[in-house]
């Protein structure tokens, strides 16, 4: 097949139709070709690095110990300082500006009260604004350059900017930089040199988290979601053109030997990627779509007999949640102070104490310095957990005699349990319900805090999201560097994929723009690169 013969044959419906799709493809494979080329490559950072962020172990990990003779004030009387009257939802004692504080609420809102003195906190002086950038990286403000920022930056993107401001950026001559909120007086943002450069290669392109862009969150959206989106239909038309090119018989002659491909040079390199990586570059951009919520959600309006769209039965799972870390009474509390509950621990270093509820009863949780918990009861001794057989006891008798399918302790990541840097505790115990949604709950039993969850509502989120664009199977991610090898093959068959794209991509530019030269002729973008058959 050459092209003089293609070109007479035009008026099949068949080739009109394979013509069309060429075009298509060509023209949406010009517009993404430099998007997709980003992605892939920058997946393969996204395996080792990310955003940076501070975490709730980094802020457990800087924070002094708790000095158990300076909690004076009981947290019934910390909470009656704050004059509300709904119960808080966590409260957790640690320590602010060198101070033990109870601290009321989560990291969206919360309220700090002093141990020491029942005070409530609510001035941000500069002078403590200092004193957390240089406790947070142990080095002396004097030392560092300080900026206001007006507006968020490069690594200030993910937060809620308008409810930190103003906040100010500390810089170190070693590359730490650190960002303190004058609104809360807490460390927001914290990174290095390293850290930014892992995010350079990896979650800045991948994300498209360029700050002129990440800015205006509903552009930033639309164009992410749009660019995977139509990315993946180009894709699926690479696909299909391929196929039906495609000769199992090799009826094509390339310089005299037969073919199954009707193309030489780049175009055929570009369709045998295609072949082997097309269906994966397809699958990848569509679930890449999919984290950015695209669709609409089911609404939770109730309907009918007061059932509600979206959410499972309310009585087994929350039943079995509340039997497990219910709300918290103060009133029980006086029975044992905190300095008690700490001087029960032996005098280790505890970094953060937690009034909360363990098995239906009022107790603390301690968190020790090496990471690993306690729990102290207000009538015994602290312990380490509960056993797998109490935990057992608990979810049965909260999802009643025929709302339990399954209870048993696994010591390995499972479908919907796993963690591909396996920092997620083990073992845990899996609670199966007999609810329409299937629910599952994976309760760890040091803390009796449920660290997992899935139903079958979750289905597209775990399966055509990170089924298909992480690949977290166990079976790859318990086996290290099997997952590594396995995407990273993916991602350089994607990224070479990408290249003979770019490159046919700056061909046919070239070809448009020679055609508007009068002394040249335009070229037939049909023929080009076909072999004959």
């Known amino acids: 097949m050459n092209g003089r013969f293609l070109h007479n044959e035009a008026v099949s419906p068949a080739v009109l139709i394979k013509r069309s799709l060429i075009v298509v493809h060509r023209w949406l494979g010009v517009t993404l070709c430099l998007m997709f080329l ?24 800087r924070a002094p110990a708790i000095d158990p003779s300076s909690v004076k004030v009981s947290p019934e009387d910390a909470f009656k300082a704050l004059g509300i009257d709904d119960p808080p939802s966590q409260i957790r004692l640690n320590t602010f500006d060198g101070r033990p504080v109870y601290r009321f609420g989560g990291r969206g809102f919360q309220q700090i009260v002093y141990a020491d003195t029942g005070e409530e906190q609510l001035e941000v002086p500069m002078a403590m604004v200092h004193r957390a950038a240089s406790s ?30 103003p906040l100010y950026k ?15 007086g807490e460390v927001e943002q914290y990174t290095t040199r390293g850290s930014r450069w892992g995010a350079y290669v990896s979650a800045i392109p991948h994300w498209l988290y360029f700050t002129p862009l990440r800015k205006n969150g509903p552009e930033w959206s639309r164009l992410v979601i749009w660019s995977s989106g139509i990315g993946t239909g180009a894709a699926i038309l690479g696909i299909v053109i391929g196929v039906w090119m495609y000769s199992p018989s090799k009826r094509y002659r390339n310089a005299g030997t037969p ?26 951009a569509f679930s890449g779509m999919l984290s950015m919520d695209p669709f609409p959600r089911r609404t939770n309006r109730p309907v009918g007999g007061g059932e509600q769209i979206g959410r499972f039965s309310p009585s087994a799972p929350r039943a079995v949640q509340a039997a497990l870390r219910g709300r918290v009474n103060l009133d029980a509390f006086v029975r044992k102070h905190p300095k008690d509950a700490l001087a029960q621990l032996g005098g280790v270093s505890i970094k953060e104490l937690e009034i909360t509820s363990v098995a239906g009863a009022p107790a603390y949780l301690a968190t020790l310095e090496s990471g690993e918990t306690r729990i102290v009861p207000l009538d015994g001794q602290p312990m380490t957990g509960l056993t797998p057989e109490r935990i057992s006891e608990i979810v049965t008798r909260a999802a009643g005699p025929t709302g339990l399918a399954e209870v048993r302790t696994i010591n390995q990541y499972d479908l919907y349990y796993l963690d591909r840097n396996r920092e997620r505790p083990l073992p845990v115990v899996l609670v199966r319900l007999t609810d329409e949604e299937s629910t599952r709950y994976y309760i760890d039993p040091k803390t009796a805090r449920v660290v997992g969850s899935y139903s079958s509502r979750n289905w597209m989120s775990r399966w055509a999201y990170h089924g298909l664009h992480s690949l977290d199977f166990p079976w790859l991610y318990n086996y290290r560097p099997l997952w590594d090898i396995v995407v990273i093959t993916f991602m350089v068959g994607g990224t070479a994929l990408c290249l003979t794209s770019l490159i046919l991509a700056w061909r046919v530019l070239g070809r448009k723009l020679r055609a508007l030269t009068p002394s040249r002729a335009p070229r037939d973008i049909f023929s080009e690169d076909l072999v004959t058959s």
């Open 38 to 61: 980003i992605w892939f490559p920058s997946g393969i950072g996204m395996m080792y690095w990310s955003y940076p962020t501070v975490t709730v172990r980094d802020r457990l990990e």
């Open 136 to 165: 947070w990286t142990r080095q002396p403000i004097a030392t560092a350059t300080m900026e206001e920022l007006t507006g968020p930056d490069q690594w200030t993107l993910q937060g809620r900017f308008t409810d930190l401001a």
């Open 170 to 184: 500390f810089s170190w001559p070693n590359g730490e930089q650190v960002y303190v909120s004058a609104n809360t």
């Open 259 to 284: 073919t199954a491909i009707p193309y030489r040079g780049q175009k055929r390199l570009h369709t045998v990627f295609g072949l082997v990586f097309g269906l994966g570059a397809a699958t990848w």
